[in-house]
């Protein structure tokens, strides 16, 4: 018996009726084909994230950003108007890669007036205009105006930076959609302290959201999070959602949990109750608008017991909102079919106190265990099913958004190679 309501159809899964409910075909993780596929259909052509407007706090500031799955490298700035603007990162001359410091394939950040190639000194403004070519004379009929650096298409959703490779694509907002639109208004500008983590992982990009589109795994995988008691009843319990949406090419699962804090304290580790912190968050909630009441597409149930909605925003960026007042982010950057860089954020109310800044890191060193141990199944993963013994697994209805994320994924190659 359901603990929570599921749809009239009987469950979330049979309430989209175009997913289907028979198993689903995992050799979209493993065929080099389809990857290279994958590159042209999905990441040439979709908008994605590539980080906030914090971290080009002013005029000059940029960072770069390697897109291994699109072929290319691009440089992300606030120009002298203000804007945020995004090109390829390539001088005009003879190809050099512009901006890069001691390694030409790490990514890099900083300030500056102007860009300028290693290789000859041309010069690029921050608006992308060729301002200085070395010995000019020595070209023949060379105009600056035709050689200034090639401009990707950029937008700034709720200070969220996304770029487009396709000049043709719809406009962010309408691929966002309305469920994404939901979320206007949480207050993001207000979480400004950030604890990063990146690792590169041996499996392909869609096993890790995989991962972390589900919770049916936790009250298994995850037992060491809580105290033995606690695991052992979870585990009882099982898992349910409280709701899930789908808005294709999005989705969302909207869970229970992140009681800040939790109604027994027994249940939590000692450490966890002497700083009100833990997998969760901080159990305090920052004292700032907008998460009272939060915007309307939270929590979208309404029920008492919520504690976190992760958004999956397609391809590749997860944003996650705790209960107890903070956000997370999650990016799967392929670069193989077996292989994908992962960065999560977690982003905090900058804290006042140590007592803060000390529940902050506590929840930011969880979370690294926690992910963690999602991580280490996935080189087991993408091993076993490489070998192509089994191709077709059974996903449950707590499995939705992995269905979805397939079938998404194998939709749009199927459409690149039919030419649509």
Request: aromatic share 14%.
């Amino acid at each position: 018996m359901a603990h929570f309501n599921k749809p009239a159809a009987g469950s979330w899964t049979e309430h989209y009726p175009d997913l289907g409910t028979e198993p689903v075909d995992y050799s979209d993780s493993i065929d080099p084909q389809f990857y290279e596929d994958e590159r042209e259909a999905i990441f040439k052509k979709t908008w994605l994230n590539v980080g906030r407007v914090e971290r080009l706090p002013r005029k000059g500031s940029y960072f770069t950003k390697e897109l291994s799955a699109a072929g290319t490298s691009l440089i992300i700035v606030r120009g002298n108007d203000n804007e945020i603007h995004a090109y390829h990162n390539v001088c005009r001359h003879r190809g050099n890669k512009l901006v890069w410091d001691d390694y030409p394939n790490e990514e890099t950040s900083g300030f500056c007036k102007q860009f300028t190639c290693k290789y000859h000194a041309w010069r690029y403004s921050l608006e992308g205009e060729l301002t200085f070519v070395q010995q000019e004379k020595e070209f023949f009929g060379l105009d600056r105006a035709d050689y200034g650096l090639k401009d990707v298409r950029c937008e700034v959703w709720e200070g969220f930076i996304f770029i487009n490779l396709d000049q043709d694509a719809e406009p962010l907002t309408t691929f966002l959609g309305p469920m994404i639109k939901g979320l206007e208004g949480y207050p993001f500008h207000e979480m400004t302290e950030v604890f990063s983590y990146k690792a590169e992982v041996g499996s392909n990009w869609k096993l890790f959201i995989d991962a972390f589109a589900e919770f049916y795994h936790a009250p298994i995988l995850h037992m060491k999070q809580a105290v033995k008691d606690e695991a052992d009843k979870l585990a009882g319990y099982g898992y349910e959602a409280l709701h899930y949406e789908l808005q294709p090419p999005h989705s969302m699962i909207s869970s229970w949990g992140g009681m800040a804090p939790p109604k027994d304290l027994n249940m939590v580790k000692p450490i966890e109750r002497i700083l009100r912190s833990g997998l969760f968050g901080p159990w305090d909630r920052p004292d700032i608008d907008g998460l009272d009441p939060l915007p309307v597409g939270i929590n979208p149930a309404g029920h008492r017991a919520w504690g976190v909605d992760e958004f999956e925003i397609w391809p590749n960026f997860s944003l996650l909102f705790w209960a107890p007042g903070w956000y997370l982010t999650y990016h799967y950057w392929p670069t193989a079919v077996d292989r994908h860089i992962f960065e999560a954020n977690l982003y905090f109310v900058p804290a006042k106190t140590a007592r803060e800044r000390l529940a902050q890191e506590l929840a930011g060193v969880t979370f690294k265990e926690y992910a963690l141990q999602d991580a280490n199944t996935l080189e087991a993963t993408q091993t076993m099913i490489a070998t192509r013994t089994v191709t077709d697994f059974p996903l449950n209805d707590q499995e939705i958004l992995l269905r979805h994320l397939h079938k998404t994924a194998q939709k749009k190659v199927e459409e690149y190679r039919n030419g649509n």
